[in-house]
């Protein structure tokens, strides 16, 4: 009898966080469904992979002189793509199979780390300009 399938986080919300929040949360929700699955080489690989694709993308995002926020959206969606269409069917030919799990976790965990970030910037600039 086949051991009972964990539950993993969609190809979709892969998608969907690295493009909206950057490779890197993708990368750790595909991680996270490797642990699930006790594919730990393969988590660690994803994991490193993402972490590249999160330092490659804040290099282009900051190239030109004003940084261009839409270069950060097109990063996300070529990680976000890798991750989702390479790894996901690589790692899971069955994918559809697997039960799904929700995405409120780790959407909570996001919306707090922006929320951080943005509160960190406007602290930042107007102790620059005080």
Excluded: R
């Amino acid at each position: 009898m086949e051991d009972k399938l964990p539950k993993i986080y969609s190809k979709k919300a892969i998608l969907g966080f690295s493009i909206f929040l950057s490779t890197l949360f993708g990368g750790v929700l595909l991680y996270q469904n490797l642990i699930e699955a006790n594919k730990k080489k393969e988590a660690y690989t994803v994991l490193g992979i993402s972490i590249l694709i999160t330092i490659c993308t804040a290099i282009i995002v900051n190239i030109p002189e004003k940084p261009v926020s839409a270069l950060a959206y097109v990063c996300g969606f070529a990680g976000g793509a890798l991750l989702s269409n390479y790894f996901v069917p690589k790692y899971f030919p069955n994918e559809e199979q697997y039960p799904k799990k929700a995405i409120w976790k780790p959407l909570i965990i996001g919306v707090i780390i922006v929320a951080v970030l943005v509160a960190l910037a406007i602290y930042s600039l107007s102790a620059e300009n005080g």
